[in-house]
């Protein structure tokens, strides 16, 4: 039977890290790292999202600025506080709740960030870096995906790996990420003729799809180190898009739902914001050290 890879441990472990990391810093630079979300709207998901980020960004002895905004707030207005926050020295990381209502422009929010303090990663700018190889900032939770992915396969180096999903804030990212570290990446997506035969063929798989259970224990290479992504509300509960009971048996580690991917999204983000303070302020931080467990 498979390793369980515990994202929850790990994502304890990152933001402890992460909080002592912040302690050097403030006695460094003389303040606290500090994140700013913005949430437009009153979305029942994205306030809970935003709710835990504060609470966790505070936790990790940062300074959490939240700004709600009506939902029938004009583009003028949200951008204007964007550019605000774009100016404000005591701000590290800018990060706006998606999604926004249907009037905004989502893209030109985004574009509107200071690259330097997007802290989700999600700035067009940031995609390019990431895919060129420069620093930047990477998408929280490709970025805890490959965390997890490293702690049972320290090394990717020529394997094959399979991400089921395109998306711009898992799947591609994800796929850029894998690429990174020297996997033979293919990108599976819902035109693909045999996802089926693609998932068969890897030594990883990570599935971004949105689909409960989709993926099942024997259409896997049997060993194979499997990262759900997947988070869908059934009637059952929570499930991956992977069938965990069937998979189990056949991979080699796998993570669970919930208690896997999940917790690692906001700590990463945690981590996001101190690489960005550090960055800002000139004062170092150990990036690998922070990212690894047991560092
Ligand atoms: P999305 O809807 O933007 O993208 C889904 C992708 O799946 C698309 O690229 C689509 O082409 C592909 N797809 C659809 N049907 C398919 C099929 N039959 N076969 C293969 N590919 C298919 O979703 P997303 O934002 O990337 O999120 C994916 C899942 O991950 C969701 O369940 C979401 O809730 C979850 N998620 C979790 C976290 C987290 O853990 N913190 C963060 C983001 C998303």
């Known amino acids: 039977s498979a390793t369980i890879i515990d994202g929850k441990a790990f994502a304890a ?3 402890a890290r992460i909080a002592t990391g912040v302690t050097a810093f403030a006695a460094a630079a003389g303040r606290a790292p500090g994140l700013a979300v913005v949430l437009v709207g009153e979305d029942p998901a994205s306030n809970v999202y935003v709710r835990s980020k504060g609470k966790a960004t505070r936790e990790a002895g940062m300074v959490s600025v939240e700004h709600r905004l009506p939902a029938d707030v004009g583009a003028e207005a949200l951008l204007a506080l964007v550019a605000d926050l774009n100016a404000d020295p005591t ?22 960030i200071d690259p330097d303090k997007d802290v989700d990663g999600f700035h067009p700018i940031n995609a ?39 998306s711009n804030i898992v799947g591609k990212p994800m796929a850029q990420l894998l690429l990174r570290e020297s996997c033979t990446v293919t990108v599976v997506h819902s035109r693909t003729r045999d996802v089926r035969a693609h998932v068969g063929a890897a030594d990883i798989v990570v599935a971004a799809v949105g689909i409960p259970e989709m993926i099942k224990g024997d259409w896997l290479k049997p060993g194979a180190t499997v990262i759900d992504v997947g988070i869908n509300r059934t009637e059952a509960g929570l499930v991956g898009d992977v069938d965990f009971a069937s998979a189990v048996g056949v991979a080699g580690a796998i993570t669970p739902v919930p208690g896997g991917v999940g917790p690692m999204t906001i700590a990463c983000l945690l981590r996001n914001t101190l690489v960005s303070a550090g960055r800002r302020e000139g004062v170092a931080i150990d990036e690998a050290a922070l990212d690894r467990a047991g560092a």
Not at 91 to 112: F, M, N, R, T, Y
Not at 138 to 145: D, E, F, H
Not at 155 to 160: D, H, I, T, V
């Open 13 to 15: 472990g990152l933001r």
């Open 91 to 112: 701000i590290d990381g800018i990060l706006v709740q998606l999604p926004l209502p249907k009037h905004i422009d989502e893209q030109a929010v985004i574009a509107a």
């Open 128 to 166: 390019g870096r990431l895919a060129t190889g420069s620093a930047g900032f990477v998408p929280c939770t490709p970025l805890g995906c490959v965390m997890l992915l490293k702690s049972v396969v320290p090394n990717l180096s020529g394997m094959e790996a399979v991400v089921v999903g395109r």
